[in-house]
């Protein structure tokens, strides 16, 4: 199948996405193009990528000056400790505002080695090449960079674009179920927020994205990555409209730190859980009726999805995420900032419900009737 191109556009950033089987090749006529002053790369590295892709890529890019780190990957090392090691080996090495940074891997390398190239002296060249199904469908795509906090989530962070997004599904090969569904999570958002249609394709074809056919995955990724830039294009730093794609990851990430980012649910799982969550509520506030809720659920039961639900079915574990979900970085005048569904393919407008903690006690407990 033919590499596909998304590019994105907006003011002064211009990139592309490309989306295809066996496509890093691309990458040293690329870099030559895009970013013909660089002498220096540095290489970051997901610990859990195979060799033969380290060894591949820094074999592609011998005529440059290379620094290349394995980064162990997890929501704990993705911190402000992480960011200046970072920083500081990139300054050991005298790294220019014309050089290079990669980061290869998922969400989180993604995430923090963006942040760094975007601080570093102002501002750094940057491409990502994302490794699971997760990275080349959310976390590449939009500019969003960052770090945790003690406090919560994402609390550290900018918005910068990259140079160019490599998205080979060569890597997607090596992941296990648990991994695709947590890529999968978000490629179902894109649809419920923005598209019956494709959440029909959804439907049909869910099962061909878990047995890795390349075709359906390189359509649903790039779907998936063109809903998203839709939202992002007209809203770059999230000040309204882009606050759509926070569809539930309210819930999903105050379930993550109420687990302190256990590896026994990954976001994925959190956003899955979070999403049912996000429906219960829209129907106890009467935006949204029961079948939206059958339909979604007729998905999660025909790919055994159902057991992202099962720990948060009961009043008092919902009740226990109330003072995880104070600290949202969406939030504010003392509310709960949520985006809520109407149907299949459309949300509520950002900022129109701001819900009190008094209120969401109230409503909680009509969670176990649906």
Same mark, same amino acid.
């Given at each position: 199948?033919k590499?596909?191109?998304i590019? %994105?556009?907006?003011l002064d950033?211009? *990139?592309s996405?490309?989306?295809?089987?066996?496509?890093?090749?691309?990458?040293?006529?690329k870099? /030559?193009?895009i970013?013909? /002053?660089?002498?220096?790369v540095?290489?970051?590295?997901?610990?859990g990528?195979?060799?033969k892709? /380290?060894?591949?890529?820094?074999k592609?890019l011998k005529?440059y000056?290379?620094l290349?780190y394995?980064?162990?990957?997890n929501e704990k090392?993705?911190?402000?400790k992480?960011v200046? %090691?970072?920083?500081?080996?990139?300054?050991?090495?005298n %790294?220019?505002r014309?050089?290079?940074?990669i980061?290869?891997?998922?969400?989180?390398?993604?995430d923090?080695v963006?942040?760094?190239?975007?601080?570093f002296? /102002?501002?750094v060249?940057?491409i990502?090449i994302?490794?699971?199904l997760?990275?080349?469908?959310?976390?590449a795509v939009?500019?969003?960079?960052g770090?945790?906090?003690? *406090?919560?989530?994402?609390l550290i962070g900018?918005f910068?674009?990259?140079?160019?997004v $490599?998205?080979?599904t060569d %890597?997607l090969?090596?992941?296990k179920?648990?991994?695709m569904?947590?890529g999968?999570?978000e490629?179902?958002k894109?649809a419920?927020?923005?598209?019956?249609?494709f959440f029909?394709w959804?439907?049909?074809?869910?099962?061909y994205?878990?047995?890795?056919?390349?075709?359906?995955l390189i *359509?649903? $990724?790039?779907?998936s @990555?063109? $809903?998203?830039l839709?939202?992002?294009?007209?809203?770059?730093n999230?000040?309204?409209?882009r606050m759509?794609?926070n569809?539930?990851?309210?819930f999903a990430?105050?379930?993550?730190?109420k687990?302190? *980012?256990?590896k026994?649910?990954?976001?994925g799982?959190?956003?899955?859980t979070g999403?049912i969550?996000?429906?219960?509520l829209?129907?106890?506030?009467?935006? @949204?009726?029961?079948?939206t809720?059958?339909?979604?659920?007729? $998905?999660?039961t025909?790919?055994?999805l159902?057991y992202?639900?099962k720990?948060?079915?009961?009043n008092?574990?919902?009740?226990?995420?109330?003072?995880y979900?104070?600290?949202d970085?969406?939030n504010?005048?003392?509310?709960?900032?949520?985006?809520?569904l109407n149907?299949i393919g459309k949300?509520?407008?950002?900022n129109k419900?701001?819900?009190s903690?008094n209120e969401?006690k109230?409503n909680?407990?009509?969670f176990?009737?649906?």
């Amino acid at each position: 199948m033919k590499t596909q191109e998304i590019k %994105f556009k907006n003011l002064d950033k211009n *990139y592309s996405i490309l989306i295809g089987s066996d496509i890093l090749k691309i990458l040293p006529n690329k870099i /030559r193009s895009i970013c013909p /002053r660089t002498k220096k790369v540095a290489l970051i590295f997901d610990k859990g990528i195979p060799n033969k892709y /380290r060894k591949n890529i820094s074999k592609n890019l011998k005529k440059y000056e290379l620094l290349s780190y394995n980064f162990k990957a997890n929501e704990k090392t993705k911190s402000l400790k992480s960011v200046e %090691f970072l920083l500081n080996k990139l300054l050991e090495k005298n %790294f220019s505002r014309s050089d290079l940074i990669i980061a290869i891997g998922g969400g989180i390398t993604i995430d923090l080695v963006g942040f760094v190239a975007s601080i570093f002296k /102002r501002g750094v060249n940057f491409i990502s090449i994302p490794t699971t199904l997760l990275s080349q469908v959310d976390a590449a795509v939009g500019g969003k960079t960052g770090v945790n906090s003690i *406090y919560g989530k994402n609390l550290i962070g900018s918005f910068s674009q990259p140079k160019l997004v $490599i998205s080979d599904t060569d %890597f997607l090969k090596s992941l296990k179920k648990k991994e695709m569904v947590c890529g999968y999570a978000e490629i179902l958002k894109h649809a419920i927020i923005n598209d019956k249609n494709f959440f029909k394709w959804l439907k049909l074809n869910t099962k061909y994205i878990f047995s890795y056919d390349s075709k359906k995955l390189i *359509y649903a $990724i790039k779907k998936s @990555c063109k $809903i998203k830039l839709s939202f992002v294009n007209k809203d770059v730093n999230e000040k309204n409209l882009r606050m759509i794609l926070n569809f539930g990851h309210t819930f999903a990430h105050a379930i993550e730190v109420k687990n302190n *980012y256990s590896k026994n649910i990954t976001h994925g799982e959190a956003v899955l859980t979070g999403m049912i969550l996000a429906v219960k509520l829209s129907i106890i506030k009467k935006v @949204c009726n029961k079948k939206t809720l059958k339909d979604l659920m007729e $998905i999660y039961t025909a790919n055994n999805l159902n057991y992202t639900l099962k720990k948060y079915k009961k009043n008092k574990e919902i009740n226990s995420l109330i003072p995880y979900l104070k600290n949202d970085k969406k939030n504010n005048d003392e509310k709960i900032n949520f985006i809520l569904l109407n149907k299949i393919g459309k949300t509520t407008a950002p900022n129109k419900y701001k819900i009190s903690i008094n209120e969401l006690k109230k409503n909680i407990k009509y969670f176990t009737r649906y």
